[in-house]
């Protein structure tokens, strides 16, 4: 097999299964930090537990989160050297910022917020969970800044055939960059409310004890989700405007793709400059799937008088609502880099120069364990997700005071 084709299958793999962890974790941190407002201003028990339990949720998709994003890190530098020695000086900025001063942080708070539970007074343990979520939307930030050069290339010059940062503001003001980094923060908070509602759903359908904190969930989820949506509609269809001219090979072209192709065949030879039609295919179902899931907002009158759950029929369209965001999400990211294609910085470095020169049997086998690899941590994560919601808001393992055994009896409060 081609190992260009072996390393792109596996930039793709690893890419978008981390993605998924992603948006999860912008998602659910958000909410987190409204609950935990929440307890916090009214002191209210209830708000408590809620915070406790989609705590748990969010600890144990952001752990293994960063395992699927270290595998991610490590076929970047094992497939991908051309990228980092013709535009690393440049490409490598945003990144190396985002993790000496996004992720790092984002690690510490979440690590004193999970074991600071009882020992530090509320407000300062609020505070280290609004200090989690600025510092991971300041990652998602750069990291897009990162994506936005790639997608156009700005603020450089070429020395020796080498990509040199000359203005670093030009990094922030890409206009790549705006519509994008809405359009992901916008894909998470979705990706969240829906997760919330979808749970909730589930134990309103059985009827758990924990069914008023789950009512309240449910309202916030499917609000969330009514808002987020059209955010993500918004930013999404704002990307087809001036912006979108910037790469007039994309999504079909444009006449203005031809004299950019002939001028880059003079530079870099004859070949095929137009991108491949999987990226328009999953842009169309992509599109679907968001006018799919903008009936939400026919969901949020039945919240009146707890009709949505009267009636119960809603309660399995939400339940049944669960896979879609994460499919619009892998298929958004697929348009956009395949789109992008045939180049990793678009104009200025070919996808055949950025890869690494080694055997096409070392990219398989490579190809090969980082997808069982990333399979088993996705398998693993979403195992562990289901488990723990299963087991309902009744005392969460987060957050229980110390000194309690695990096995003793504990009252389910209930709330009206």
């Not at 987020?228 to 444009?254: D, H, Y």
């Amino acid at each position: 097999m081609d190992t260009l084709l072996l390393a792109r299958l596996q930039f793709a793999t690893t890419t978008s299964i981390h993605f998924l962890f992603v948006v999860v974790t912008l998602g659910l941190v958000t909410l987190l930090v409204v609950l935990q407002t929440a307890w916090f201003l009214t002191g209210n028990p209830r708000w408590e537990r809620l915070t406790r339990f989609w705590g748990q949720l969010y600890v144990i998709n952001y752990v293994l989160g960063i395992a699927t994003g270290l595998v991610m890190e490590f076929q970047f530098g094992l497939n991908w050297s051309g990228l980092s020695r013709y535009v690393g000086n440049v490409f490598g900025a945003p990144l190396a910022i985002e993790t000496l001063l996004a992720f790092f942080l984002e690690s510490t708070f979440l690590g004193m917020w999970i074991f600071g539970w009882h020992r530090l007074r509320r407000g300062l343990h609020l505070a280290l969970l609004w200090g989690v979520a600025l510092t991971a939307y300041a990652s998602a930030f750069w990291i897009m800044v990162a994506n936005a050069w790639l997608q156009n290339p700005v603020g450089y010059e070429l020395r020796d055939g080498i990509a040199h940062l000359t203005d670093f503001t030009a990094l922030l003001t890409n206009p790549t960059l705006g519509f994008a980094f809405g359009h992901v923060v916008a894909a998470g908070l979705l990706t969240g409310g829906v997760l919330m509602a979808a749970v909730s759903a589930w134990h309103l359908i059985r009827r758990t004890p924990d069914f008023a904190l789950f009512r309240t969930s449910l309202r916030i989820g499917l609000v969330t989700a009514a808002l987020a949506v059209t955010l993500v509609q918004g930013f999404g269809f704002a990307q087809f405007g001036p912006v979108g001219q910037l790469q007039p090979t994309k999504f079909g072209g444009s006449p203005a793709a031809d004299p950019l192709i002939a001028e880059w065949t003079a530079q870099f030879g004859p070949g095929d400059y137009t991108p491949p039609a999987l990226s328009s295919v999953g842009l169309g179902f992509m599109i679907l799937i968001g006018f799919t899931l903008g009936c939400v907002w026919l969901l949020l009158p039945l919240l009146w008088r707890d009709w949505i759950i009267r009636l119960r029929f809603p309660l399995w369209l939400t339940l049944a609502a669960l896979p879609l965001p994460f499919v619009a999400v892998i298929l958004g990211w697929i348009a956009r880099e395949v789109g992008r294609q045939p180049w990793v910085a678009y104009g200025l470095l070919p996808t055949d120069r950025a890869v690494s020169g080694v055997d096409a049997g070392v990219m398989l086998a490579s190809l090969i364990g980082f997808s069982l690899l990333l399979g088993a941590l996705a398998v693993t994560n979403w195992t562990l997700l289901a488990r723990a919601a299963a087991r309902g808001a009744a005392d969460p393992a987060l957050g229980r005071p110390p000194g309690t055994p695990d096995d003793e009896p504990r009252p389910v409060p209930a709330f009206a």
